[in-house]
């Protein structure tokens, strides 16, 4: 595995970039960057930040090593000189991270436009950590909410990441595996990641087990013979419902030894009739506390139609199309400039336009506010921090004519929370176990409506009406000066 710091985990254009800043003199000029994404994943209604952590690990050891200049140092441009000078080189070598970072917590549901981290300081630092930061919490944040929308479709079953054969490589399975157990998951097969992360750690047998010997019984026995207290038993080797009646028998040999069978896994044909006889077998012969797992190439949709079904599954494994978020390979998060300004000047707010209009900015140093009212989240407001937040009236960025005024006494707190200034950590990160908790607690905190798998409610975001005015007004002026330019 690369070096989990390099500073080189970015995109070329980063480093031309910031030459370009050092080369110009502007290495110390301010600016303001927020990444937010512009579409909730799978189509679904809600979506749950992560991977926050590795980007404060990434920060905190954020550095050139010799190594790395060494090999900028022998990069060349299209007239075969040097692409960068010796002088830049050296400054990035005694360069100092002194960024603000503020982020929501992992663990938070959060929702398109809404900025998922802003990060402030010189702009040479804010360009190179970029790609790094859309990288980490794309993925994770991709990932988390995949298991959360499995996880309640399992109506609290539990649910085992099993992805680590299929994952988008070994850095890709270990960050599948963290995000997956902090949407929900209650366990993964990834033997490193439980060791890395302290998640917990579970699996039993394959089919090559079984295949190994001369039959199934005696694979069954022998397995249980070795690991009385971890005896699942996969059964659909040769005839699943055969295997099951194996499974009984070597499961009255464990009882006699002193252990039980703990659980037999489903893995292939028809897992709701299977599950449901498997089930009849197990309670007629005295195994009612023996738990099915079932596994095969599950997702949220194909979880939802069995349990509609009254499939008789315990607990599920659910590996490729969780750890791949098989349906949609990426989220669209973009890290954008909001604001710039000189040393000691006053910020200077910016916004890109687009011939798309899902692309335009949102300019300022903005903050996400969430509402409560009658027991649930009612709304979000993004507004700028330094406007403020007189005269709190929320406008629908793509309708101005759907607005929403909240009163001063309406309960509320602020996403982004202080996580680096000035390149030091100011606050302590919670145990992943927390960010689990705070998930459920996030979700217990919406209407159902908003987090169901088809056809979610669509949960109320929008700018504070200053904001939304001061955009309006950017964007007209960029475009008249695009006109007049022409």
């Known amino acids: 595995m690369l070096s989990e710091f390099s500073a080189l985990r970015t995109d070329l254009y980063q480093i031309t970039m910031a030459y370009g800043y050092w080369k110009s003199g502007l290495q110390n000029r301010e600016g303001v960057f927020h990444m937010v994404f512009r579409t909730a994943p799978f189509k679904g209604g809600f979506t749950i930040a992560?991977?926050?952590?590795?980007?404060?690990?990434?920060?905190?050891?954020?550095?050139?090593?010799?190594?790395?200049?060494?090999?900028?140092?022998?990069?060349?441009?299209s007239d075969g000189k040097p692409l960068f000078e010796k002088p830049?080189?050296?400054?990035?070598?005694?360069?100092?991270?002194?960024?603000?970072?503020?982020?929501?917590?992992?663990?938070?549901?959060?929702?398109?436009?809404?900025?998922?981290?802003r990060v402030q300081g010189p702009l040479i630092q804010c360009q190179l950590l970029e790609s790094h930061i859309l990288n980490v919490v794309n993925f994770q944040t991709l990932i988390a909410t995949k298991a959360a929308r499995i996880c309640i479709a399992t109506k609290g079953k539990p649910v085992l990441e099993f992805g680590l054969r299929r994952a988008q490589g070994s850095d890709g399975a270990l960050a599948a595996s963290r995000a997956a157990y902090v949407g929900g998951c209650v366990a993964t097969s990834n033997v490193l990641a439980g060791k890395h992360y302290g998640i917990p750690v579970r699996g039993t047998?394959?089919?090559?087990?079984v295949m190994s010997f001369d039959n199934e019984r005696e694979a069954f026995a022998t397995y249980a013979k070795v690991m009385p207290n971890n005896t699942v038993l996969l059964v659909d080797t040769y005839s699943t419902l055969r295997g099951v009646q194996n499974a009984i028998e070597v499961g009255r040999e464990l009882r006699v030894q002193g252990h039980e069978l703990a659980g037999i896994r489903l893995d292939s044909?028809?897992?709701?009739?299977?599950?449901?006889?498997?089930?009849?077998?197990?309670?007629?012969?005295?195994?009612?506390?023996?738990?099915?797992?079932?596994?095969?190439?599950?997702?949220?949709?194909?979880?939802?139609?069995?349990?509609?079904?009254?499939?008789?599954?315990?607990?599920?494994?659910?590996?490729?199309?969780?750890?791949?978020?098989?349906?949609?390979?990426?989220?669209?998060?973009?890290?954008?400039?909001?604001?710039?300004?000189?040393?000691?000047?006053a910020w200077q707010y910016k916004i890109k336009i687009a011939e798309q209009s899902n692309k335009l900015t949102t300019p300022g140093i903005q903050q996400v506010r969430r509402y409560r009212q009658n027991g649930h989240y009612a709304?979000?407001?993004?507004?700028?921090?330094?406007?403020?937040?007189?005269?709190?009236?929320?406008?629908?960025?793509?309708d101005i004519t759907r607005q929403r005024r909240?009163?001063?006494?309406?309960?509320?707190?602020?996403?982004?929370?202080?996580?680096?200034?000035?390149?030091?950590?100011?606050?302590?990160?919670?145990s992943l176990n927390n960010m689990r908790e705070r998930v459920q607690s996030q979700l217990d905190?919406?209407?159902?409506?908003?987090?169901?798998?088809?056809?979610?409610?669509?949960?109320?975001?929008?700018?504070?009406?200053?904001l939304f005015d001061l955009r309006t007004r950017l964007t007209l002026e960029v475009r008249n000066q695009s006109r007049n330019a022409n």
């Open 50 to 77: 992560c991977g926050l952590e590795d980007v404060v690990h990434y920060l905190r050891d954020f550095r050139f090593t010799n190594s790395d200049l060494a090999y900028l140092a022998t990069l060349e441009g």
């Open 205 to 209: 047998m394959g089919h090559s087990w």
């Open 269 to 345: 044909g028809d897992l709701t009739y299977l599950s449901v006889e498997a089930r009849r077998m197990l309670d007629e012969n005295g195994f009612q506390e023996t738990k099915i797992l079932a596994s095969n190439d599950l997702d949220e949709f194909v979880v939802d139609s069995l349990q509609l079904q009254q499939a008789q599954i315990d607990a599920w494994g659910i590996g490729t199309k969780l750890v791949t978020a098989y349906d949609q390979p990426a989220l669209d998060g973009v890290y954008k400039m909001g604001a710039i300004r000189d040393p000691g000047k």
């Open 379 to 398: 709304a979000d407001m993004i507004f700028d921090v330094q406007q403020g937040l007189d005269n709190p009236t929320m406008v629908d960025p793509f």
């Open 445 to 466: 905190g919406f209407h159902s409506a908003v987090l169901r798998t088809v056809n979610p409610h669509e949960y109320p975001v929008g700018m504070e009406r200053g």
């Open 406 to 430: 909240f009163e001063s006494e309406t309960n509320w707190e602020d996403l982004l929370q202080p996580v680096f200034r000035q390149g030091k950590i100011v606050q302590e990160l919670p």
């Open 88 to 117: 830049f080189l050296k400054y990035l070598e005694e360069m100092e991270l002194i960024c603000d970072l503020d982020a929501v917590p992992e663990g938070t549901v959060v929702f398109p436009y809404e900025p998922l981290l």
